[in-house]
Protein backbone atom coordinates (compact mmCIF):
# COMPACT_ATOMS: atom_id res chain seq x y z
CA UNK A 1 0.00 0.00 0.00
CA UNK A 2 1.36 3.27 -0.73
CA UNK A 3 2.26 5.83 1.68
CA UNK A 4 0.39 9.54 1.50
CA UNK A 5 1.60 12.25 0.37
CA UNK A 6 2.55 14.45 3.70
CA UNK A 7 0.88 18.17 4.10
CA UNK A 8 4.83 18.85 4.32
CA UNK A 9 5.16 17.79 0.97
CA UNK A 10 2.28 19.53 -0.56
CA UNK A 11 2.96 22.90 0.70
CA UNK A 12 6.54 22.31 -0.30
CA UNK A 13 4.98 21.86 -4.30
CA UNK A 14 2.53 24.71 -3.66
CA UNK A 15 5.42 26.50 -3.21
CA UNK A 16 7.62 25.46 -6.03
CA UNK A 17 4.57 25.95 -7.90
CA UNK A 18 4.05 29.56 -7.02
CA UNK A 19 7.61 30.32 -7.91
CA UNK A 20 7.15 29.21 -10.68
CA UNK A 21 4.05 31.30 -11.47
CA UNK A 22 6.36 34.50 -10.56
CA UNK A 23 9.07 33.18 -13.17
CA UNK A 24 6.95 32.54 -15.84
CA UNK A 25 5.54 36.03 -16.76
CA UNK A 26 9.19 37.38 -15.83
CA UNK A 27 10.51 35.51 -18.24
CA UNK A 28 7.33 36.45 -20.80
CA UNK A 29 8.58 39.89 -20.15
CA UNK A 30 12.06 39.79 -20.20
CA UNK A 31 12.54 41.58 -23.53
CA UNK A 32 10.63 44.84 -22.53
CA UNK A 33 13.33 47.45 -24.14
CA UNK A 34 16.36 49.38 -22.56
CA UNK A 35 17.20 49.90 -19.02
CA UNK A 36 18.88 53.21 -17.55
CA UNK A 37 21.78 51.07 -16.13
CA UNK A 38 22.62 48.02 -18.60
CA UNK A 39 24.54 50.39 -21.23
CA UNK A 40 27.39 50.90 -18.72
CA UNK A 41 27.15 47.46 -17.30
CA UNK A 42 26.87 45.94 -20.92
CA UNK A 43 30.27 47.93 -21.77
CA UNK A 44 32.32 47.08 -18.49
CA UNK A 45 31.77 43.51 -19.32
CA UNK A 46 32.51 43.90 -22.89
CA UNK A 47 35.60 45.57 -21.73
CA UNK A 48 36.70 42.92 -19.28
CA UNK A 49 36.04 40.25 -22.10
CA UNK A 50 38.31 42.35 -24.41
CA UNK A 51 41.60 43.53 -21.95
CA UNK A 52 40.95 40.50 -19.54
CA UNK A 53 40.61 43.14 -17.03
CA UNK A 54 37.94 41.78 -14.11
CA UNK A 55 37.20 44.53 -12.89
CA UNK A 56 34.03 46.89 -13.71
CA UNK A 57 36.28 50.19 -13.86
CA UNK A 58 33.61 52.54 -11.68
CA UNK A 59 32.09 52.14 -8.16
CA UNK A 60 28.92 54.18 -8.01
CA UNK A 61 27.41 50.93 -7.20
CA UNK A 62 29.73 47.85 -5.60
CA UNK A 63 30.25 44.88 -8.16
CA UNK A 64 27.68 42.02 -7.43
CA UNK A 65 25.80 43.37 -10.41
CA UNK A 66 28.93 43.09 -12.36
CA UNK A 67 30.01 39.84 -10.81
CA UNK A 68 26.66 38.50 -11.99
CA UNK A 69 26.54 39.64 -15.23
CA UNK A 70 29.94 38.02 -15.84
CA UNK A 71 28.43 34.92 -14.73
CA UNK A 72 26.38 35.27 -17.28
CA UNK A 73 28.71 34.79 -19.39
CA UNK A 74 29.77 31.37 -18.92
CA UNK A 75 27.55 29.57 -21.08
CA UNK A 76 29.15 31.29 -23.86
CA UNK A 77 32.76 31.13 -22.56
CA UNK A 78 32.46 27.36 -22.54
CA UNK A 79 30.84 27.12 -25.80
CA UNK A 80 33.53 29.93 -27.34
CA UNK A 81 35.99 27.73 -26.08
CA UNK A 82 34.44 24.23 -27.13
CA UNK A 83 34.34 26.10 -30.52
CA UNK A 84 38.08 26.95 -30.24
CA UNK A 85 39.39 24.00 -29.36
CA UNK A 86 40.67 25.57 -26.21
CA UNK A 87 42.63 28.47 -28.22
CA UNK A 88 41.74 31.21 -25.14
CA UNK A 89 42.95 34.08 -27.24
CA UNK A 90 40.28 32.88 -29.95
CA UNK A 91 37.83 32.21 -27.39
CA UNK A 92 38.12 35.23 -25.91
CA UNK A 93 37.62 37.11 -29.63
CA UNK A 94 34.27 34.76 -30.29
CA UNK A 95 33.07 35.28 -26.24
CA UNK A 96 33.48 39.32 -27.54
CA UNK A 97 31.66 39.08 -30.33
CA UNK A 98 28.35 36.86 -28.08
CA UNK A 99 28.28 39.12 -25.20
CA UNK A 100 28.31 42.13 -27.83
CA UNK A 101 25.20 40.88 -29.61
CA UNK A 102 21.67 42.74 -28.89
CA UNK A 103 20.15 39.37 -27.29
CA UNK A 104 22.86 38.91 -24.20
CA UNK A 105 21.50 41.39 -22.00
CA UNK A 106 18.00 39.02 -22.03
CA UNK A 107 20.88 36.18 -20.66
CA UNK A 108 21.98 38.61 -17.66
CA UNK A 109 18.42 39.65 -17.08
CA UNK A 110 17.74 36.18 -16.49
CA UNK A 111 20.06 35.80 -14.31
CA UNK A 112 19.23 39.10 -12.33
CA UNK A 113 15.17 37.55 -12.28
CA UNK A 114 16.18 34.46 -10.43
CA UNK A 115 18.44 35.10 -8.12
CA UNK A 116 15.53 38.22 -7.45
CA UNK A 117 13.19 35.71 -6.42
CA UNK A 118 15.13 34.11 -4.39
CA UNK A 119 14.15 36.06 -2.51
CA UNK A 120 11.28 34.06 -1.67
CA UNK A 121 12.54 31.01 -0.91
CA UNK A 122 14.61 32.73 1.94
CA UNK A 123 11.40 34.15 3.59
CA UNK A 124 9.43 30.87 3.34
CA UNK A 125 12.38 28.90 5.25
CA UNK A 126 12.81 32.18 7.24
CA UNK A 127 9.11 32.17 8.50
CA UNK A 128 9.02 28.30 8.99
CA UNK A 129 12.28 28.40 11.01
CA UNK A 130 10.40 31.34 13.11
CA UNK A 131 6.88 30.12 13.31
CA UNK A 132 7.03 26.67 12.98
CA UNK A 133 3.76 26.97 10.29
CA UNK A 134 4.22 26.18 6.52
CA UNK A 135 1.20 27.59 6.05
CA UNK A 136 2.40 30.96 7.42
CA UNK A 137 5.62 30.58 5.12
CA UNK A 138 3.64 29.73 2.14
CA UNK A 139 1.41 32.88 2.39
CA UNK A 140 4.59 35.26 3.38
CA UNK A 141 6.53 33.99 0.35
CA UNK A 142 3.91 34.25 -2.41
CA UNK A 143 2.33 37.48 -1.21
CA UNK A 144 5.90 38.71 -2.36
CA UNK A 145 6.09 36.80 -5.47
CA UNK A 146 2.66 38.24 -6.26
CA UNK A 147 3.94 42.00 -6.07
CA UNK A 148 4.26 43.79 -9.79
CA UNK A 149 6.57 45.88 -8.01
CA UNK A 150 8.89 43.10 -7.49
CA UNK A 151 8.13 41.43 -10.70
CA UNK A 152 8.91 43.98 -12.92
CA UNK A 153 12.21 45.15 -11.19
CA UNK A 154 13.57 41.65 -10.62
CA UNK A 155 14.09 41.71 -14.44
CA UNK A 156 16.61 44.67 -14.47
CA UNK A 157 20.33 44.44 -14.56
CA UNK A 158 20.48 46.45 -11.36
CA UNK A 159 21.78 45.72 -7.27
CA UNK A 160 18.69 46.48 -5.29
CA UNK A 161 16.45 42.99 -6.27
CA UNK A 162 19.98 41.12 -5.50
CA UNK A 163 20.52 43.48 -2.44
CA UNK A 164 17.02 42.37 -1.41
CA UNK A 165 17.93 38.83 -1.88
CA UNK A 166 20.70 38.79 0.07
CA UNK A 167 19.91 40.89 3.08
CA UNK A 168 16.94 38.56 3.69
CA UNK A 169 18.81 35.75 3.29
CA UNK A 170 21.45 37.46 5.74
CA UNK A 171 18.45 37.37 8.73
CA UNK A 172 17.69 33.66 7.74
CA UNK A 173 21.01 32.67 8.69
CA UNK A 174 20.77 34.86 11.73
CA UNK A 175 17.64 33.37 12.75
CA UNK A 176 19.64 29.88 11.78
CA UNK A 177 22.52 30.79 14.45
CA UNK A 178 19.45 32.05 17.46
CA UNK A 179 17.89 28.20 16.84
CA UNK A 180 21.12 26.59 16.99
CA UNK A 181 23.20 25.00 19.47
CA UNK A 182 26.73 24.65 19.63
CA UNK A 183 29.52 25.01 17.11
CA UNK A 184 26.16 25.31 14.55
CA UNK A 185 25.60 29.36 15.84
CA UNK A 186 29.14 30.09 15.10
CA UNK A 187 28.66 28.60 11.66
CA UNK A 188 25.39 30.05 10.87
CA UNK A 189 26.63 33.72 12.29
CA UNK A 190 29.74 33.37 10.00
CA UNK A 191 27.44 32.45 6.64
CA UNK A 192 25.04 35.72 7.96
CA UNK A 193 27.81 37.78 7.77
CA UNK A 194 29.33 36.69 4.90
CA UNK A 195 25.94 37.33 3.08
CA UNK A 196 25.47 40.72 5.10
CA UNK A 197 29.29 41.36 3.01
CA UNK A 198 27.25 40.30 -0.82
CA UNK A 199 24.10 42.81 0.99
CA UNK A 200 26.98 45.19 1.08
CA UNK A 201 28.48 44.32 -2.21
CA UNK A 202 25.10 44.70 -4.18
CA UNK A 203 24.66 48.22 -2.84
CA UNK A 204 26.85 50.52 -0.27
CA UNK A 205 23.49 50.75 2.44
CA UNK A 206 23.46 46.75 2.24
CA UNK A 207 25.60 47.01 5.19
CA UNK A 208 22.68 47.95 7.30
CA UNK A 209 22.33 44.37 7.12
CA UNK A 210 25.44 43.87 9.71
CA UNK A 211 23.09 45.74 12.53
CA UNK A 212 20.94 41.80 12.62
CA UNK A 213 24.31 39.99 12.78
CA UNK A 214 25.43 41.92 15.08
CA UNK A 215 22.49 41.21 17.51
CA UNK A 216 23.01 37.59 16.47
CA UNK A 217 26.39 37.47 18.07
CA UNK A 218 24.97 38.99 21.25
CA UNK A 219 23.27 35.29 21.79
CA UNK A 220 26.66 33.86 21.44
CA UNK A 221 28.34 36.43 23.97
CA UNK A 222 26.22 35.27 26.36
CA UNK A 223 25.65 31.46 25.86
CA UNK A 224 29.95 31.41 26.17
CA UNK A 225 29.55 34.03 28.75
CA UNK A 226 32.68 36.20 27.07
CA UNK A 227 34.35 39.03 28.51
CA UNK A 228 34.72 42.45 26.99
CA UNK A 229 38.34 41.26 25.31
CA UNK A 230 36.91 38.00 23.84
CA UNK A 231 33.77 40.05 22.90
CA UNK A 232 35.61 42.43 21.21
CA UNK A 233 37.76 39.93 19.12
CA UNK A 234 34.75 37.93 18.51
CA UNK A 235 32.93 41.02 16.65
CA UNK A 236 36.56 41.73 14.99
CA UNK A 237 36.19 38.36 13.20
CA UNK A 238 32.56 38.88 12.08
CA UNK A 239 33.39 42.30 10.55
CA UNK A 240 36.54 40.24 8.93
CA UNK A 241 34.19 38.17 7.50
CA UNK A 242 32.20 40.95 6.52
CA UNK A 243 34.97 42.70 4.73
CA UNK A 244 36.32 39.98 3.25
CA UNK A 245 33.29 39.05 1.53
CA UNK A 246 32.36 42.51 0.32
CA UNK A 247 35.92 42.38 -0.87
CA UNK A 248 36.12 39.34 -2.79
CA UNK A 249 32.39 40.79 -4.54
CA UNK A 250 33.96 44.11 -5.18
CA UNK A 251 37.75 44.13 -5.28
CA UNK A 252 38.16 47.18 -6.76
CA UNK A 253 37.80 48.79 -3.19
CA UNK A 254 41.24 46.84 -2.54
CA UNK A 255 43.30 47.52 -5.69
CA UNK A 256 41.55 50.68 -6.91
CA UNK A 257 40.86 52.23 -3.59
CA UNK A 258 41.15 56.42 -4.64
CA UNK A 259 38.66 55.17 -7.91
CA UNK A 260 36.57 53.65 -5.45
CA UNK A 261 36.45 56.26 -2.86
CA UNK A 262 35.97 58.84 -5.24
CA UNK A 263 32.71 57.19 -6.51
CA UNK A 264 31.49 56.36 -3.13
CA UNK A 265 31.83 59.89 -2.65
CA UNK A 266 29.79 61.10 -5.46
CA UNK A 267 26.94 58.86 -4.84
CA UNK A 268 26.28 59.99 -0.95
CA UNK A 269 26.41 63.55 -2.28
CA UNK A 270 24.42 62.68 -5.36
CA UNK A 271 21.72 60.91 -2.96
CA UNK A 272 21.96 64.10 -0.14
CA UNK A 273 21.55 66.47 -3.39
CA UNK A 274 18.39 65.51 -5.50
CA UNK A 275 18.00 63.48 -8.88
CA UNK A 276 16.25 65.69 -10.99
CA UNK A 277 12.50 64.80 -11.19
CA UNK A 278 13.23 62.22 -8.40
CA UNK A 279 14.24 64.67 -5.82
CA UNK A 280 11.83 65.27 -2.88
CA UNK A 281 11.90 66.92 0.89
CA UNK A 282 13.90 65.12 3.19
CA UNK A 283 12.29 63.92 6.44
CA UNK A 284 8.45 64.56 6.37
CA UNK A 285 7.90 64.60 2.77
CA UNK A 286 9.71 62.01 1.87
CA UNK A 287 8.50 59.63 4.96
CA UNK A 288 5.00 60.49 3.96
CA UNK A 289 5.14 59.73 -0.07
CA UNK A 290 7.28 56.07 1.02
CA UNK A 291 4.66 54.93 3.28
CA UNK A 292 1.75 56.07 1.01
CA UNK A 293 4.00 53.99 -1.58
CA UNK A 294 4.72 51.00 0.46
CA UNK A 295 0.85 50.64 1.86
CA UNK A 296 -0.90 51.24 -1.56
CA UNK A 297 1.13 50.45 -4.16
CA UNK A 298 4.07 47.90 -2.67
CA UNK A 299 2.00 44.73 -2.34
CA UNK A 300 -0.25 45.05 -5.63
CA UNK A 301 -1.46 47.02 -8.56
CA UNK A 302 -4.76 47.71 -7.32
CA UNK A 303 -4.13 50.13 -4.54
CA UNK A 304 -7.19 48.44 -2.44
CA UNK A 305 -5.50 45.31 -2.52
CA UNK A 306 -2.07 46.36 -1.87
CA UNK A 307 -3.73 48.50 1.29
CA UNK A 308 -5.14 44.44 3.01
CA UNK A 309 -2.10 43.40 2.85
CA UNK A 310 -0.29 46.55 4.32
CA UNK A 311 -2.53 46.88 6.97
CA UNK A 312 -2.15 42.90 7.66
CA UNK A 313 1.61 43.75 7.41
CA UNK A 314 0.81 46.37 10.22
CA UNK A 315 -1.19 43.67 12.72
CA UNK A 316 1.74 41.99 12.29
CA UNK A 317 4.24 44.50 13.38
CA UNK A 318 2.32 44.84 16.53
CA UNK A 319 2.03 40.60 17.08
CA UNK A 320 5.62 40.67 16.48
CA UNK A 321 6.92 43.55 19.08
CA UNK A 322 4.47 42.15 21.56
CA UNK A 323 6.16 38.91 21.66
CA UNK A 324 8.34 38.67 25.05
CA UNK A 325 9.66 35.25 24.76
CA UNK A 326 11.56 35.61 21.86
CA UNK A 327 12.38 39.43 21.81
CA UNK A 328 15.92 38.86 20.55
CA UNK A 329 14.59 37.40 17.27
CA UNK A 330 11.77 39.85 17.10
CA UNK A 331 15.16 42.77 16.95
CA UNK A 332 16.73 40.91 14.17
CA UNK A 333 13.42 40.76 11.84
CA UNK A 334 13.12 44.30 12.77
CA UNK A 335 16.26 46.00 12.95
CA UNK A 336 16.38 46.86 9.49
CA UNK A 337 13.62 47.93 8.02
CA UNK A 338 13.02 50.87 10.81
CA UNK A 339 16.27 51.96 10.67
CA UNK A 340 16.87 51.19 6.65
CA UNK A 341 13.03 53.73 7.07
CA UNK A 342 14.44 56.81 8.99
CA UNK A 343 17.85 56.68 6.41
CA UNK A 344 15.91 56.64 3.51
CA UNK A 345 13.66 59.30 4.27
CA UNK A 346 16.52 61.52 5.06
CA UNK A 347 17.50 61.33 1.80
CA UNK A 348 16.20 63.93 -1.27
CA UNK A 349 16.32 61.29 -3.44
CA UNK A 350 13.03 58.89 -3.69
CA UNK A 351 14.03 55.97 -6.04
CA UNK A 352 11.64 53.17 -5.10
CA UNK A 353 13.84 50.64 -5.89
CA UNK A 354 16.08 51.71 -2.86
CA UNK A 355 13.50 50.58 -0.84
CA UNK A 356 12.86 46.90 -2.61
CA UNK A 357 14.48 45.28 0.52
CA UNK A 358 11.67 46.39 2.92
CA UNK A 359 9.32 43.88 0.87
CA UNK A 360 10.23 40.56 2.37
CA UNK A 361 9.64 42.12 5.74
CA UNK A 362 6.21 43.16 5.49
CA UNK A 363 5.48 39.93 3.44
CA UNK A 364 6.76 38.16 6.68
CA UNK A 365 4.72 40.73 8.27
CA UNK A 366 1.58 40.57 5.95
CA UNK A 367 1.21 36.55 6.95
CA UNK A 368 2.36 36.63 10.56
CA UNK A 369 -0.37 38.95 11.25
CA UNK A 370 -3.39 36.84 9.02
CA UNK A 371 -2.39 34.23 10.65
CA UNK A 372 -2.77 35.66 14.06
CA UNK A 373 -6.01 36.66 13.21
CA UNK A 374 -6.91 33.61 11.35
CA UNK A 375 -5.85 31.44 15.14
CA UNK A 376 -7.38 33.85 17.28
CA UNK A 377 -10.75 33.17 19.30
CA UNK A 378 -12.95 35.38 17.34
CA UNK A 379 -12.33 33.34 13.82
CA UNK A 380 -12.22 29.94 15.50
CA UNK A 381 -15.90 30.67 16.70
CA UNK A 382 -17.04 32.20 13.43
CA UNK A 383 -17.19 29.41 10.96
CA UNK A 384 -17.84 31.91 8.04
CA UNK A 385 -15.20 34.52 8.92
CA UNK A 386 -12.77 32.29 8.18
CA UNK A 387 -14.17 31.47 4.92
CA UNK A 388 -14.40 35.84 4.37
CA UNK A 389 -10.92 35.92 5.04
CA UNK A 390 -9.57 32.96 3.17
CA UNK A 391 -11.47 34.50 -0.06
CA UNK A 392 -10.32 37.53 0.31
CA UNK A 393 -6.82 36.08 0.19
CA UNK A 394 -8.02 34.08 -2.60
CA UNK A 395 -9.18 36.67 -4.79
CA UNK A 396 -6.49 39.11 -3.58
CA UNK A 397 -3.67 37.03 -5.04
CA UNK A 398 -5.31 35.60 -7.82
CA UNK A 399 -5.99 39.28 -9.07
CA UNK A 400 -2.20 40.15 -8.03
CA UNK A 401 -0.97 36.70 -10.49
CA UNK A 402 -3.36 37.67 -13.25
CA UNK A 403 -2.06 40.91 -13.61
CA UNK A 404 1.71 39.69 -13.37
CA UNK A 405 0.81 37.58 -16.47
CA UNK A 406 -1.54 40.63 -18.38
CA UNK A 407 1.41 42.75 -18.03
CA UNK A 408 4.12 40.25 -19.06
CA UNK A 409 2.16 39.86 -22.41
CA UNK A 410 1.65 43.68 -23.02
CA UNK A 411 5.55 43.54 -23.26
CA UNK A 412 5.58 40.95 -25.28
CA UNK A 413 3.54 41.38 -27.82
CA UNK A 414 4.01 45.10 -28.05
CA UNK A 415 2.62 47.20 -31.31
CA UNK A 416 3.31 50.17 -31.41
CA UNK A 417 1.61 50.53 -35.47
CA UNK A 418 -1.74 51.55 -34.55
CA UNK A 419 -1.25 53.87 -31.91
CA UNK A 420 -3.03 56.48 -33.58
CA UNK A 421 -5.85 54.25 -34.02
CA UNK A 422 -6.10 53.67 -30.08
CA UNK A 423 -5.57 57.02 -29.21
CA UNK A 424 -8.61 57.94 -31.19
CA UNK A 425 -10.41 55.24 -30.01
CA UNK A 426 -9.58 56.42 -26.04
CA UNK A 427 -10.47 60.01 -26.73
CA UNK A 428 -13.65 59.41 -28.94
CA UNK A 429 -15.03 56.95 -25.63
CA UNK A 430 -14.11 60.06 -23.38
CA UNK A 431 -15.70 62.44 -25.66
CA UNK A 432 -17.20 64.38 -21.90
CA UNK A 433 -13.67 64.96 -21.09
CA UNK A 434 -11.91 68.19 -22.98
CA UNK A 435 -8.04 67.09 -23.86
CA UNK A 436 -4.95 69.10 -25.32
CA UNK A 437 -2.05 67.23 -26.81
CA UNK A 438 1.38 68.07 -27.36
CA UNK A 439 2.90 68.47 -30.09
CA UNK A 440 4.37 64.49 -30.81
CA UNK A 441 0.61 63.17 -29.72
CA UNK A 442 -1.36 65.33 -32.50
CA UNK A 443 1.27 63.72 -35.17
CA UNK A 444 0.41 60.26 -34.30
CA UNK A 445 -3.68 61.45 -35.62
CA UNK A 446 -4.26 61.64 -39.00
CA UNK A 447 -5.92 65.67 -39.93
CA UNK A 448 -9.22 64.01 -40.52
CA UNK A 449 -9.16 62.33 -37.31
CA UNK A 450 -8.01 64.97 -35.12
CA UNK A 451 -10.65 67.62 -37.12
CA UNK A 452 -13.05 65.33 -36.01
CA UNK A 453 -12.28 65.01 -32.45
CA UNK A 454 -14.50 67.83 -30.83
CA UNK A 455 -13.10 67.35 -27.55
CA UNK A 456 -9.51 68.10 -28.48
CA UNK A 457 -9.00 71.80 -27.89
CA UNK A 458 -6.59 73.77 -29.49
CA UNK A 459 -5.47 75.64 -26.32
CA UNK A 460 -4.25 74.31 -23.39
CA UNK A 461 -7.32 76.75 -21.62
CA UNK A 462 -10.27 74.62 -20.60
CA UNK A 463 -8.70 71.61 -21.29
CA UNK A 464 -9.05 68.95 -18.10
CA UNK A 465 -6.35 66.54 -19.56
CA UNK A 466 -3.02 66.68 -20.88
CA UNK A 467 -1.84 63.95 -23.64
CA UNK A 468 1.60 63.65 -24.01
CA UNK A 469 4.33 61.42 -25.50
CA UNK A 470 6.60 60.23 -22.43
CA UNK A 471 9.60 60.39 -24.71
CA UNK A 472 8.83 64.03 -25.03
CA UNK A 473 9.54 65.42 -21.45
CA UNK A 474 12.92 64.90 -19.18
CA UNK A 475 12.63 64.58 -15.84
CA UNK A 476 8.93 64.70 -14.75
CA UNK A 477 7.83 64.84 -11.24
CA UNK A 478 8.14 61.36 -10.06
CA UNK A 479 6.88 59.50 -6.56
CA UNK A 480 2.79 60.57 -6.46
CA UNK A 481 0.45 57.82 -7.17
CA UNK A 482 -2.21 58.18 -9.83
CA UNK A 483 -0.41 61.35 -11.35
CA UNK A 484 0.16 59.87 -14.91
CA UNK A 485 -1.85 57.53 -16.27
CA UNK A 486 -0.23 54.88 -19.62
CA UNK A 487 -3.27 54.73 -21.83
CA UNK A 488 -2.26 51.86 -23.70
CA UNK A 489 1.21 50.18 -24.66
CA UNK A 490 3.61 47.59 -22.35
CA UNK A 491 3.48 47.51 -18.71
CA UNK A 492 6.71 46.99 -18.10
CA UNK A 493 7.25 49.67 -15.49
CA UNK A 494 5.20 51.72 -13.24
CA UNK A 495 4.86 54.95 -14.80
CA UNK A 496 3.91 57.26 -11.79
CA UNK A 497 6.88 56.37 -9.94
CA UNK A 498 9.43 55.81 -13.10
CA UNK A 499 8.19 58.92 -15.47
CA UNK A 500 11.48 59.09 -17.01
CA UNK A 501 11.48 55.57 -18.34
CA UNK A 502 14.01 54.73 -20.86
CA UNK A 503 11.93 52.49 -22.52
CA UNK A 504 9.70 52.63 -25.44
CA UNK A 505 7.31 56.01 -25.85
CA UNK A 506 4.20 55.61 -25.51
CA UNK A 507 1.17 58.03 -25.20
CA UNK A 508 0.29 59.18 -20.76
CA UNK A 509 -2.29 61.28 -19.96
CA UNK A 510 -1.96 63.93 -16.82
CA UNK A 511 -4.43 66.37 -15.65
CA UNK A 512 -4.25 70.15 -16.97
CA UNK A 513 -4.23 71.13 -13.10
CA UNK A 514 -1.10 68.37 -12.68
CA UNK A 515 0.84 69.36 -15.90
CA UNK A 516 0.46 73.16 -14.94
CA UNK A 517 2.17 72.50 -11.72
CA UNK A 518 5.23 71.41 -13.89
CA UNK A 519 7.03 73.92 -15.84
CA UNK A 520 8.49 71.11 -17.61
CA UNK A 521 5.80 70.32 -19.66
CA UNK A 522 6.10 73.71 -21.37
CA UNK A 523 2.30 74.70 -20.86
CA UNK A 524 2.75 77.88 -18.53
CA UNK A 525 3.89 81.02 -19.96
Same mark, same amino acid.
Given at each position: ?44 V ?13 Y ?9 ? @? ?13 E?G????? @?????E ?59 I ?16 V ?121 M ?18 A???F ?27 Q ?21 G ?6 S ?82 Q ?50 I ?15
Amino acid at each position: MKRPISNKVIIHLTFALFWGLALVPGLIGIDFGTHWDERRMMKSVRDSVRTGMLLPGWYNYPSVSYDLV @MFSTLPDAISSLLQENGNIPHA @MSVLGEKVSHRDFPLQARTVFLIVTLFSALWVYLLVYRLRSSLWEALLAAVILLSSWEVAYHARWIAPDGVLMQFGILTVLLVILSLRSTGYQKLVWLGLASSAAGLTCGSKYYGGLFLIPVFLGGIDIVRGLKLNWHKSIFFYAVVISIFITAFLLSTPGGLVDPLHFLSDVRFEIHHYESGHFGYTISPGLEHASRLFTYLAMVAFSKYWFIALVFFLFAVAGFFFTIRNQQNSLESLVLLAVPIIYFAFISSQEVMIVRNDLLLFPFLAILAARGIITLWTSPFFHKHFWGKIGLALVLFVALAANFSWLFTAAYTINSRDKSNSGTKLAAYIRQNDNTNFYLSTQTKKLLPDSSLQSLHNVLSQPEGASVYLFMSSEVEDPLANQRNLYTVLFGPYEVNFNYYPSWDGDSRVVAISMKNALKQPIFGLTK
